[in-house]
């Protein structure tokens, strides 16, 4: 059995609440609405929620797989919510959010793996907030390109795809996709110009080699945009933490990501996939 490892100064974090973060909390709960934030268990909650942010996850709060990093619940989900993409769009508006991030959970239990729930959400967004712009995180879709299209159709402003960890880890702690699925999707992102992006988490017993080869794969099929954040164990039933990796050496990540030629890089201990997106949608529109 894995060591429990004691967490260092740098990740221990104030939650800390503000009206914003009070106006954000209603809002989401008064509309029903699922966050990546809370279930996710994100550590940059209290300074998102405090900046008026959330990345809404959509299609339910039950996902049909069991990655062993994930703290979101898995099993049978219930049916699509039809008000969920109306709900979402009127959230952002009473947020009055210039960008707008979107995620959801795996449905391999539907016909279309949920890729018209996806289409919805992003066009009725777009219908009632017509001035923000839109990042999607969205799932491999078992590798089915034709529903990936749907969503590049949709014309979100941001399609990010996580790989999650190393090509030898891979197999380990994700339980339906893999890391060349994962690549093609990105791939196929890139090629319909519209900006891809990625995340991975480390700490899993990866190698800084390691993680040189992942953003060289992303590289070869034109990532823009990655993102490097500390792994951190939701519960004793997840996958151990093997380290916390110094902010040093995330530091050197993201150099060494800039000039492998990634447009951005965020590389910290509490970065996460939709940590200040914002920033990334400014940054390319330049």
């Known amino acids: 059995m894995k060591k429990h490892i004691r967490k260092p100064d740098w990740l221990k974090i104030n939650i800390g609440t503000n009206e914003r973060y009070t106006q954000t909390k209603k809002i989401v709960d008064t509309h029903h609405l699922h966050t990546i934030c809370t279930s996710g268990r994100?550590?940059?909650l209290g300074e998102c929620w405090g900046r008026?942010?959330?990345?809404?996850m959509i299609a339910g709060t039950i996902?049909?797989?069991s990655c062993k990093f994930c703290?979101?619940?898995t099993g049978r989900p219930l049916?699509?919510?039809?008000?969920e993409p109306s709900n979402v769009a009127k959230s952002i508006q009473l947020m009055e959010l210039q960008h707008a991030v979107v995620t959801s959970v795996d449905r391999d239990d539907l016909p279309d793996l949920g890729a018209q729930h996806w289409v919805d959400t992003i066009l009725e967004i777009k219908r009632v907030n017509p001035s923000t712009t839109i990042e999607v995180l969205i799932p491999d879709f078992q590798g089915r390109l034709e529903l990936v299209q749907q969503i590049i159709e949709a014309k979100p402003d941001i399609i990010s795809h996580n790989m999650e960890t190393v090509k030898r880890i891979s197999p380990e702690v994700?339980?339906?996709a893999n890391y060349s699925t994962s690549l093609s999707v990105i791939e196929h992102i890139a090629k319909s110009n519209s900006t891809a992006k990625s995340g991975i988490m480390v700490g899993l017993g990866e190698t800084p080699q390691e993680?040189?080869?992942l953003m060289d794969d992303l590289r070869a099929v034109n990532c823009k945009i990655l993102?490097?954040?500390?792994y951190l164990q939701p519960s004793h039933k997840h996958h151990p933490v093997y380290e916390y990796v110094t902010p040093d050496q995330f530091t050197e990540y993201k150099q060494v990501g800039l000039n492998k030629g990634f447009d951005q890089v965020e590389s910290g201990p509490l970065v996460r996939s939709s940590y200040h997106a914002e920033k990334h949608i400014l940054r390319n529109s330049k």
């Open 79 to 83: 049916p699509l919510d039809a008000q």
């Open 227 to 230: 993102t490097i954040g500390q």
């Open 71 to 73: 703290n979101t619940q």
């Open 174 to 176: 994700r339980s339906a």
């Open 63 to 65: 996902c049909t797989r």
């Open 211 to 213: 993680v040189e080869t």
């Open 52 to 56: 008026g942010t959330a990345t809404f």
């Open 42 to 44: 994100c550590p940059n």
